[in-house]
C-alpha cells in the first residue's frame, strides 16, 4: 500500500552549505550522512556506473530531504529548472507564521528576487530558491484550507 511521499531528492554542488541552509534556515533535523564509492549495489539502485557521492538525510515533520553531491559521475546540467521545465520543479515548505519566516530565511541564504510573499486568501505563499537555485514553495495554508499538515498527519 502506497503511504505517501517520503523524501525528496536534491543534487547539489556544495553540500555543506545546503546542509546549513536546510538546517539552520529551515530548522530540518539531521538523520545521517553517508558516503559511496563505486559500490556496486548502489550504482544499481541509482542507475549509474562507478559513482562516487556524499549525502545526509534531514528531516522536518513527516518530510524527508535526501541531499547528494555527486563527484562521479559528472551532472549533465549544472542549471536550476524553473517552474516551467519538465521534471520535478520545486518542493514546498509549510511554515505557520510566513511573516516571521521569511525575514530569518532569507538572512539563512534564501533567494527571492526581492519578491515578497503573496496572500491568496487560503494561503500565503511564495516561489523561492535555496542557496544552489533549487525552487521551494514557501506556504502558510489558512486554517480550514483542506490542505493544512496537520489535517494530513490525522488522516495518515
Known amino acids: 500500500m502506497i503511504r505517501g511521499i517520503h523524501h525528496l531528492g536534491i543534487h547539489c554542488h556544495d553540500i555543506q552549505a545546503m546542509i546549513r541552509f536546510y538546517t539552520e534556515g529551515l530548522g530540518f533535523e539531521m538523520v545521517g550522512e553517508f558516503d559511496w564509492a563505486n559500490d556496486e549495489k548502489l550504482d544499481h539502485i541509482v542507475d549509474l556506473k562507478q559513482s562516487v557521492a556524499r549525502g545526509a538525510m534531514m528531516r522536518s515533520g513527516t518530510c524527508y530531504i535526501e541531499l547528494f553531491q555527486y563527484s562521479a559521475p559528472a551532472p549533465r546540467n549544472t542549471t536550476a529548472l524553473t517552474a516551467a521545465d ?71
Do not use: W
Not at 519566516?101 to 527571492?112: E, F, N, R, S, V
Not at 500565503?124 to 499538515?149: A, F, H, S, V, W
Open 86 to 156: 519538465k521534471g520535478y520543479t520545486h518542493m514546498c515548505i509549510d511554515t505557520d507564521d510566513i511573516a516571521a519566516d521569511l525575514p530569518k530565511l532569507i538572512a539563512a541564504g534564501l533567494q527571492t528576487g526581492g519578491r515578497d510573499f503573496v496572500d491568496m486568501g487560503h494561503v500565503k505563499t511564495l516561489y523561492c530558491r535555496d542557496p544552489e537555485g533549487n525552487l521551494i514553495e514557501l506556504q502558510q495554508c489558512m486554517p480550514g484550507n483542506g490542505m493544512e499538515l496537520s489535517e494530513a498527519a490525522k488522516r495518515g
